[in-house]
């Protein structure tokens, strides 16, 4: 006899909320126009269970009683909320590791003996750092690469939309298995163990926190809190999100963030083809100001 009876079993119900097509168009024009991320014809699924949960922890039935509440006065909180919602925050450490190795290989070599002869400090941004694996690569990466120049003085700015994945990456806290592409010695040197309550956990080293300071940005507000002159821009795998204007414009408002002869450096499914812009294109998704 079978173990099973599939007659007596009793039905799933499909708990979500019906998403019309009016509500779900105006979801994605609010989306587009507080971060130019573009959402195409086909995330209606992605949308209804993202903010199914949103909407019963607000206490709303509808999708329309939700578009109303993002067209309120009361909106930014909301708006804030849903981008968080939509957005992608996938990352990792050493993420697309030849980056990180052209750093060290050909950025750094040529532009430590120029900052010694300027007496200037080196200053590396990541744009869109999501929880902070990029900008904290980064650090460890500087850190090892200055141990022999210990006179530099380096900072490390790191950005993103998200207040919510900017506090996680302040907290810089990462569980065990996420830190995996970090070599055992660097991990020893720049992390702690977590115990008690963070066992399985760990925690990068206040030193190195220190090194990278967290500022808020979309990359369409008009002036961006981050010094001038950066010498390297770390803006990966956020462009794939945006259509070719917002791309043009990002770029462009990024590029007055360069030192003359600094590098934009863009995720290896992202290119700047198809935009104007005044970079020099050195290999795959790297680009310098001239
Ligand atoms: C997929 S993560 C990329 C993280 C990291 N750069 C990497 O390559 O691993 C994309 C990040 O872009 C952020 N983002 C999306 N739209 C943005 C915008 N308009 N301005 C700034 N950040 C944005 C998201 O919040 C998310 O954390």
Redesign the pocket.
């Known amino acids: 006899m079978s173990k099973f009876s599939v007659f007596n079993l009793p039905l799933i119900s499909n708990q979500e909320t019906p998403l019309s097509a009016d509500a779900y168009r105006a979801i994605v024009d609010l989306v587009y126009e507080h971060?130019?991320?573009k959402l195409g014809n086909d995330k209606q699924a992605l949308l209804s269970s993202r903010l199914g949960k949103r909407l019963r922890h607000l206490g709303l039935t509808s999708f329309d009683e939700y578009c109303a509440l993002l067209r309120s006065h009361r909106a930014q909180d909301e708006i804030d909320e849903l981008?968080?919602l939509i957005?992608?925050?996938?990352?990792?450490f050493y993420?697309?590791p030849d980056h990180f190795q052209f750093l060290t290989d050909k950025i750094l070599p040529t532009l430590i003996p120029q900052l010694i002869a300027k007496r200037s400090n080196l200053r590396i941004w990541?744009?869109?750092?999501?929880?902070g694996?990029?900008p904290y690569t980064l650090a460890i990466v500087l850190s090892e690469f200055l141990r022999a120049h210990p006179t530099i003085d380096w900072q490390i700015w790191a950005?993103?939309?998200?207040k919510t994945?900017l506090d996680a990456a302040k907290k810089g806290i990462y569980r065990m298995d996420t830190v995996e592409p970090v070599p055992p010695d660097l991990l020893k040197r720049y992390f702690q163990k977590g115990v008690g309550s963070q066992a399985g956990n760990c925690r990068v080293k206040p030193e190195l926190r220190d090194k990278v300071q967290y500022e808020r940005?979309?990359?369409?507000q008009n002036e961006y809190p981050i010094p001038l002159k950066q010498h390297v821009i770390?803006?990966?795998?956020?462009m794939i999100?945006f259509d070719i204007p917002s791309r043009e414009l990002a770029v462009k408002r990024l590029t007055r963030h360069l030192a003359p002869g600094g590098f934009l450096i863009v995720?290896h499914s992202e290119s700047l083809m198809g935009i104007q812009h005044n970079l020099k294109s050195v290999r795959q998704g790297v680009y310098q100001l001239p």
């Open positions: 971060s130019r991320i981008i968080d957005s992608t925050n996938h990352t990792r993420r697309e990541s744009a869109a750092s999501s929880s694996e990029e950005s993103d939309i998200s994945i940005v979309n990359l369409f770390f803006c990966r795998n956020v999100y995720g």
